[in-house]
């Protein structure tokens, strides 16, 4: 792997499928995700016929999680570039996704190998961002707003789920409780409302020949301010180079950036 930081997968034996599934990963090489946050187990399948496929597994809150954005694959495909869904199973309380790969790899993988790409890749990133938030949000049947996140946030943190160990620079050493006070301080919020992504991190987002050729994990997608994006996409860039942070901004077209919004919605995402 470039760069040399921590593995981003592991081989893996073929998980555990129901029979509709075993087709799947029979004689298949299989790899864990071991990137993402959001509790379900991810694998890459490699088939024996040379043939890419993802496959996401979760049960419980996980498995509705994955029922998400199911749904939302299948209303994105067509007007962004999403992975195709090839099979959906629900099974009581467990769920399996199974995707086909998008070509490229992720927007992280390509600032991590080739830093001097980064002003283009920026460019790049910014242009698909606007193209995605000009979806008409009249045809969007997704809410994704603050008002519904601070209510999911308040509810784990009822649930004792906000890891505060996981928080950012910007909060850490601060209990779930203070940061909580802090979002409601910040209350209300002047907004837009476009159609996001919901989670535009770099690990999120698939590159190939400088351009961006699709996104991932849009469980969250739908109906909310446009700095949820911006916001998220603002730290990942600020861990390379906080220049690239202004050059976001720029080629998106908000040469003043909202500082409060984007305080708001990176201290929102703390909670999950």
Sequence with gaps: MAGGGPARERPVPPPFVPPSLAALVEGAQCHQDLVGEAGAD????????GSLAYLKYGTGSVARDIADEMARLRWLDGQVAVPKVRQFLLDGDAAWLVTAALPGRTAFQCLEAEPETAPALVDA????LRDLHALPVAACPFN??????????????RDGLIDAEDFGDAHSGWSPERLWAKLGAMLPLSTERVVTHGDFSLD??????????????????????????????????????DALGARLFAAYGADTPDMARLDFHLTLDECF
């Design 42 to 49: 991810v694998y890459r399948i490699a088939r024996p016929d």
């Design 125 to 128: 990133l910014a242009g698909f």
């Design 144 to 157: 994704a707003d603050h008002a519904l996140r601070l209510m999911q946030a308040e509810q784990r943190l």
């Design 204 to 241: 999120n987002i698939l590159i190939e020949d400088g351009r961006v050729v699709g996104c991932i994990d849009v469980g969250r997608a739908g109906i909310a301010d446009p700095y949820q994006d911006l916001a998220i996409l603002w730290d990942c860039l600020g861990a390379f180079d």
